[in-house]
């Protein structure tokens, strides 16, 4: 385990400490450590690896300490581009390759010094255009970051950090140990679920859906649904479960210690 994850076990302990302040710590910590300018050189490229649309169906993105965005184009191919401090001492192994009908993303990173393993780690991948693609991203320290794409689904799980998806079209299943979980102007007519054991969960949708059920729960903390015509079967400070509509779209909350908001 090198240098950058093994600070992230420390920010695991502190989050459960400071629970208002887990989110903000996280990412002061993560920008401190892998962020834009967090390193004494320069960033460099690690290549840019390019893959023909109809060659997968699937992708498959595992990583260590990395800031990673998504993003979809209207190009017929997904890129692939890891993006690091020249500075960093550390050995880093970046590939990118069709594995039957799934493209495999992994970076893996051996550490050659305690000094000088600061520095920015950004994994940036474009996607297709194909709603039916499958997405599935682990990553054990930094961000997770979706926007303004369509899919089928994209499970993403991350052990301390945050993740953001904005305008995602596609079912979400996002996991979290440490940090905060962000979904903004979701799409009514796909199911959420998601799980963080210390920090936040937070759903604002573009439009109310017509039809969703909901189960948000919080052992410690707080659980907000600020929608209107909810028909209620628990309504606790800490758990709501309830139903918008006729049967729809599952919308689950789980959290241990933090709070849950959607509106």
């Given amino acids: 385990m090198n240098n950058i994850v093994m600070r992230a076990g420390i920010l695991l302990i502190g989050a459960t400490i400071v629970l208002t302040g887990c989110s ?12 834009e300018g967090s390193g004494k050189g320069e960033v460099v490229s690690h290549g840019v690896k390019s893959f023909e649309a109809e060659q997968f169906n699937s992708i498959e993105v ?8 998504i993003t979809q184009s209207d190009q017929n191919e997904a890129s692939v581009e890891l993006l690091t401090d020249d500075s960093i001492k550390n050995e880093f192994t970046y590939d990118a390759s069709i594995q039957g009908e799934v493209l495999e993303v992994t970076v893996t990173e051996r550490e050659k010094s305690m000094k000088n393993s600061s520095g920015e780690r950004t994994l940036l991948i474009t996607l297709p255009k194909n709603d039916e693609l499958e997405l599935n991203v682990t990553n054990a320290f930094g961000n997770i970051s979706l926007e303004d794409i369509s899919i089928s689904e994209a499970m993403l799980e991350l052990n301390a ?11 979400i299943d996002a996991t979290v140990n440490a940090g905060e979980i962000d979904i903004s102007r979701a799409k009514g007519d796909y199911s959420i679920l998601t799980h963080v054991d210390a920090g936040n969960v937070k759903i604002a949708y573009e439009e109310a859906p017509q039809n969703a059920a909901f189960n948000l729960k919080t052992e410690v903390g707080q659980v907000k649904l600020s929608l209107d015509d909810i028909d209620y079967s628990v309504e606790k400070k800490n758990e709501v479960q309830g139903q918008r509509g ?18």
């Fill in 24 to 35: 903000s710590a996280i990412d002061f910590a993560s920008n401190k450590a892998i962020g």
């Fill in 161 to 171: 950090g945050n993740i953001y998806t904005k305008e995602v079209i596609g079912n």
């Fill in 246 to 263: 006729t049967s729809g779209t599952n919308v689950q909350a789980q959290v241990s210690v933090g709070n849950i908001t959607v509106k």
């Fill in 62 to 69: 595992q990583t260590e300490a990395m800031n990673i965005t």
